[in-house]
């Protein structure tokens, strides 16, 4: 399957540069996965479309505040440090710039109290590093580090709790789950109230989401791997959903990328607990094992993330909806509008 099926042309002034101030305030397109209709709305309008004994799934990961910048410490040169995991201990997985300048046994160099020496270079063009500091590490992250917006926000984000849900809880993303950052408190009480169960998974957002597609063929393709969680609490609730009838939607590709890899653990069709790492890749010809629904952002062109909802509504039904998002002006990826898949 070729990724230039997947291409669109996306005029650069609808994507979103900064969050909208009431969260709520985004605009939902609504597609219907069986017939492709299509219709706009704004977000609160979810409660209409979310049944009584329906569960919505939120990835309540925590972003870090992921993006250091020092010098190295032979030269003074400067160098930029994107954390993406946690190995084990000091030792992290990131991203680093200029990266032909930072090899093995290289210094670099963030304050008085901080510094990490490379260990080695990994897949991908990623970088292993160990840290070095006086005092507590994540109390100087706190200070020291800036939120890794991704590369195509240009603007600068004042209040750092505007990309993080409401519900974000366990820290290690380098990027937010962001069709969750439409939610607030409120609209979540008034899912509840409904009778709509609520439940959680953690998904840590790593390299994946930093990488674009570099293959020609789609299934060419090779996801990095990304920590995820789920608990019995979590389990049970889908089961019962499930057993019922009713529909699981999973809020953002991480969550149903999270729900899809534990499905695929459990041939009877009974969740259980279950961690580990996952590299699933979700295009379509895929056959979805928990999730019935999807709550997403709108993606980048030829983006891994396009091939997953054209998995779950079809291609066709997908560029249709991404076509009339675009004539209506909808604001797209991190900071956008949202879609539900139905």
Not at 3 to 17: G, K, N, R, S
Not at 60 to 73: I, M, N, Q, S, W
Not at 226 to 249: C, M
Not at 297 to 312: C, E, G, I, Y
Request: proline share 4%; with cysteine; charged share 25%.
């Amino acid at each position: 399957m070729n990724v230039d099926l997947y291409d669109f042309e996306l005029p650069e002034e609808l994507i979103a540069q900064t969050p909208l101030l009431d969260r709520t305030a985004s605009r939902l397109l609504t597609l219907n996965k069986e017939t492709g209709e299509v219709a706009h709305h704004h977000f609160p309008h979810i409660l209409n479309v979310l049944e009584p004994g329906d569960t919505l799934i939120l990835n309540d990961t925590r972003v870090l505040p992921a993006r250091l910048f020092g010098t190295k410490e032979d030269t003074g040169a400067k160098a930029e440090v994107l954390l993406l995991k946690n190995v084990e201990g000091d030792k992290w997985e990131a991203l680093v710039k200029p990266g032909k300048k930072l090899r093995h046994g290289a210094v670099i160099v963030f304050s008085d109290e901080l510094k990490a020496v490379i260990n080695e270079v990994g897949e991908m063009g990623a970088r292993t590093l160990t840290f070095e500091y006086n005092g507590i590490f994540q109390e100087i992250l706190d200070r020291l580090g800036e939120m890794p917006l991704p590369p195509y926000i240009k603007e600068t984000l004042d209040d750092r709790e505007r990309y993080q849900t409401v519900y974000a809880k366990h820290e290690g993303s380098a990027a937010a789950p962001t069709a969750g950052l439409h939610f607030t408190d409120e609209l979540l009480d008034q899912i509840r109230a409904k009778g709509v169960n609520i439940g959680f998974i953690t998904l840590h957002v790593g390299l994946g989401t930093f990488r674009p597609m570099s293959v020609d063929v789609v299934e060419d393709h090779v996801m990095h791997e990304e920590y995820y969680s789920l608990s019995q609490e979590t389990a049970d609730l889908i089961n019962r959903t499930k057993e019922r009838g009713n529909k699981v939607f999973a809020v953002g590709t991480t969550s149903c990328r999270t729900l899809e890899t534990v499905g695929s653990k459990f041939e009877d069709g009974v969740l259980q607990e279950s961690s580990g790492w996952t590299s699933i890749f979700i295009y379509p010809g895929y056959s979805f094992k928990v999730i019935d629904g999807m709550l997403t952002n709108f993606h980048l062109p030829k983006s891994t993330l396009v091939m997953l909802v054209s998995a779950l509504a079809g291609r066709e039904n997908i560029m249709h909806a991404y076509a009339e998002a675009i004539k209506e002006r909808y604001r797209f990826f991190s900071f956008g509008d949202a879609m539900l898949i139905y």
